[in-house]
């Protein structure tokens, strides 16, 4: 007999009856279906998974060898990661989820949104400056968390084993410890430095050096609760009195209000058409997926300039960079949350507008910046941290997540008694439109701060299929990088043929619109020698980027699936029979 939890159970039961308390928000959001998980016809030689650490790749093989499917090994990844890669794994943080299940196309927005008693100039001084770190460090920093409810959800509504089975690997990992490596260890010193004993931090994570078995008895203690009463116990139960009580202490904004009010939505995926292929990805409040698909297209449409182009030759480079100029001026002026502002979804990836834009680039020098306005009437940074897994199961079905604390250990926050470290997701709003954020980009009105609103973000978890079929699962933690190193690895597997572990591990840039003509890269590979002499020779500054990128991927070679972790991290990849 099939075993249902009590908590799924208790949903499923709320779900059908229609008896949504307004209580709890994500319950009131709890989705008129039926629990649906995915059939079960193999098409694939095995599952797979492309993930940030090691630790998330065997809980992954425990969930397949236990019978669970796609959305099932995601889910235990998710939260395993939040134990074992701390350092952007979270509960405390936020994301997206892109999944592939049936042959339909599906998205969870579990972002985090902003406190009841945010404001528009919450970081501004009297003098209506940006008060330097106010929304990167401390408990202001806080956005009200979504991974919980978001994992809930894609689990509740198509995951095959019980919400207690995938929770497992990860409260074992938090009660009996894990291996902390050399560069969590040196993640965990870096960030040391930025908090510098203005948060607790060092109180949860001091210990967490290199070669020492990492135990979380607290964490332990709340996953314990979330897989026995479901994701309501973070939201309205004990976790929630304890994070609300810390806010408080710590005179943050988020109260046990916000927790209970936090929805995770359902959206319709941005989609599009390209090359044969059908690209399903990131919607508001990510710029990612608008932002891919647009570099797609006009890297398309200016196809004859390419031809002849050597991948990452000063040439490509320029032409890649004036494409990714046109797509930052969009970005910076027409994204925000979708339900507070109306982003013209439609005009900003159809094709006779993207014609129009890649008709503006200009084949030789590099277009004057301030030329450059948003095409349909500026440009920010986010933090380049946050991580990424792909999954792919061997029923064909396949999900893309991409989720963040912002910032690597978010806001250095840890609520007292969870050992769950705060986001610092706050910072991806425009704490004064027109000035830029930690990722040097600029926003504008559409993603100015209002209670309950969702900063917007660039995570694109992507799936691409072809006639009905997973093709590629992919997606990275970067920031505003994000979307470009997608755009790139694609380039690299579909208009260059490379294998997938070559496309990953190639050479990577980044052009954002500001600073003016300034093509950022990356330590892994850097853009030096003559290379750089000649970018520069054409009107480029270069500039150095203290982070690498980490793809996580998974292509489909006929029924084979070809996992690929970027060798820029620690990420591993595993294939289940
Ligand atoms: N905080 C990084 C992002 O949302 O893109």
Known sequence: ?????????????????????????????????????????????????????????????????????????????????????????????????????????????????????????????????????????????????????????????FGKLTWKQVLAPAIKYARDGFEVDEQLAQRR?????????????????????????????????????????????????????????????DHGLITKRDLQEYKAVWRQPVQANWNGYRVITAPPPSSGGIGLVQLLKMKADRKDDFNNVALNSPQYIHLISEIEKRVFADRAQYLGDPDFYKVPVAQLTDDAYIAKRASEVNPTTPSDTKSVQPGLGTSMPEKAETTHFSVVDKWGNAVSNTYTINGYFGSGVVAEGTGIVLNDEMDDFASKPGVPNMFGVVGSDANSIEPKKRPL???????????????????????????????????????????????????????????????????????????????????????AQNFNGDIQAIKINGETPQPVSDPRGRGVTRVIP
Not at 36 to 41: I, N, Y
Not at 44 to 61: F, G, I, M, N, Q
Not at 142 to 151: C, E, K, L, S
Not at 526 to 535: E, F, N, S, T
């Open 189 to 249: 010193e870096n960030a040391e430095k930025d908090f510098g004993g203005k948060t607790n931090f060092d109180t949860y994570f001091g210990n967490l050096k290199q070669g020492v078995n990492f135990k979380q008895p607290d964490l332990a203690a709340v996953l314990t609760r979330i897989a026995n009463q479901g994701a309501r116990e973070f939201y309205n139960g004990k976790t929630a009195d304890l994070i609300a009580a810390s806010m408080k202490k």
């Open 1 to 157: 007999m099939k075993l249902i939890d009590k908590a799924k159970f208790s949903a499923t039961a709320l779900a059908v009856a229609g008896l949504f308390t307004t209580s709890a928000g994500f319950l009131e959001s709890a989705p008129a279906y039926a629990k649906a998980p995915p059939k079960q016809q193999v098409v694939l030689d095995a599952s797979a998974v492309a993930v940030a650490d090691k630790y998330s790749a065997d809980a992954a093989e425990q969930i397949f060898k236990e019978g669970g499917n796609a959305v099932d090994a995601a889910v235990a990844i998710a939260f395993t990661l939040a134990v074992t890669y701390p350092e952007a794994g979270n509960i405390g943080g936020g994301g997206f989820m892109t999944l592939y299940i049936n042959g339909k196309p599906y998205f969870i927005d579990y972002r985090e949104r902003a406190p009841l008693a945010a404001t528009r100039t919450m970081y501004l001084d009297e003098q209506g400056n940006v008060i330097k770190g106010k929304s990167l460090y401390g408990a202001d920093a806080v956005g009200v968390p979504g991974t919980v409810a978001g994992m809930w959800e894609a689990q509740h509504r």
């Open 457 to 543: 973000s660039s995570m694109s978890p992507t799936i691409l299929t072809k006639d009905g079929k997973v093709s590629l699962v992919i997606g990275t933690p970067g920031g505003s990088r994000i979307f470009t190193s997608i755009f790139q690895v694609i380039n690299n597997v579909y208009d260059f043929n490379m294998p997938l572990n070559e496309a990953v591990a190639t050479m990577r840039f980044h052009h954002q619109l500001l600073p003016p003509n300034t093509i950022f890269w990356e330590p892994y590979k850097p853009i030096d020698g003559d290379l750089a002499k000649q970018v520069e020779a054409k009107g480029y500054t270069l500039q």
